[in-house]
């Protein structure tokens, strides 16, 4: 009789579209670099299936998972309670499950965090937001909670905007104010980093959100939430005049690791992570 354990940690991702998503490489790269025997699996979950999905995950004692468009909203009602800045952000797209408990958390502007904090401490800025999406939103709270002194967000559907405004108002320190974005974009006078957290550039690296460039100097911190492909026109536009500029597969690592750290208490290797993206995007 053998001792060998043949039981893997499970975790994974519920989305659909999913096939795009290249989350699974980049986390399964970290687990064999750990040496940490845990498989993570890239499941397609249409919205119909999403509770029976859960109830899966809980059954085979998963012990965590992400999702995805379309479920980190709907995903809530299936779950037993939520940490405090999915609270805030009103979405989840990580859940840890504590002995039989699923817990919703929001890592997505936690990600973005710790790699706008690879080239500046936010605390005291000014921010500008563009977009407010769900991306925009995580990001907004986040940057709030990490003491941001005030954050101007511009979307073209101005509610959308104001939402995340009276989050942060009523819930943080920070301060913001929302403005419908109907003409080009002019970075305004005493602006620190300028964000943008819409989908424009999601596959179309010469699509550019309508902002003027050229009131990007070269003191301002540039940061794209984009993955794919990463160096976006905006960033290219912005270092061309001196800007620091962040790439989205910053964020999109430092979200897979704080969901492990979540999961497993276990720090997964950056770099592999990285250079595991950087091979399939090819930068
Ligand atoms: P949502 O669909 O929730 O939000 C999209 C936002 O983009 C909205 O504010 C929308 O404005 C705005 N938008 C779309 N087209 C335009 C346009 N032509 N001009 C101006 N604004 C526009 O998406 P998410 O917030 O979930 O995701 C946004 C992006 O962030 C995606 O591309 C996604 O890939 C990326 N992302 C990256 C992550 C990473 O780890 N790097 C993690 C999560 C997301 P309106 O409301 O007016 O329609």
Redesign the pocket.
């Known amino acids: 009789m053998s001792n060998q354990n043949f039981r893997s940690i499970l975790t994974g991702s519920f989305s659909t579209p999913c096939a795009g998503n290249p989350t699974v490489r980049m986390i399964e790269a970290g687990y064999a670099a750990a040496g940490i025997d845990a498989r993570y699996i890239n499941c397609d979950v249409k919205p119909e299936n999403l509770r029976e999905a859960v109830r899966g995950a809980r059954a085979m004692e998963w012990i965590g998972f992400n999702c995805s468009?379309p479920h980190k909203i709907k995903i809530i009602e299936h779950l037993d309670d939520l940490a405090e800045s999915a609270r805030l952000i009103g979405a989840v797209n990580c859940i840890a499950n504590r002995n039989g408990k699923l817990i919703g958390n929001n890592t997505?502007g936690q990600?973005f965090l710790a790699s706008l904090k690879s080239v500046v401490d936010p605390a005291g800025k000014r921010v500008l937001i563009?977009?407010?999406?769900?991306?925009?939103r995580a990001i907004s709270v986040e940057l709030a909670l990490a003491k941001v002194s005030h954050i101007t967000i511009y979307?073209?559907?101005l509610e959308?905007a104001q939402n995340i405004a009276k989050i942060v108002n009523e819930n943080t320190e920070a301060k913001a104010e929302a403005h419908e974005?109907s003409s080009t974009v002019k970075v305004p006078e005493g602006i620190d980093i300028v964000i943008n957290?819409?989908?424009?550039g999601?596959g179309d690296a010469e699509a550019i959100?309508?902002v003027d460039v050229n009131t990007i100097k070269k003191n301002h911190i540039v940061a794209d939430?984009?993955?794919n492909p990463p160096n976006t026109k905006l960033l290219r536009e912005s270092a061309a005049r001196g800007a620091t500029t962040v790439h989205?597969?910053g964020?999109?690592v430092n979200?897979g690791r704080i969901g492990v750290k979540i999961w497993m208490d276990k720090e997964l290797d950056a770099d592999v992570m990285k250079k595991t993206l950087s091979n399939i995007f090819g930068v």
């Open positions: 468009i997505d990600g563009m977009g407010a999406g769900g991306a925009a979307n073209q559907e959308a974005w957290a819409t989908s424009v999601f959100a309508d939430v984009i993955p989205g597969l964020m999109l979200q």
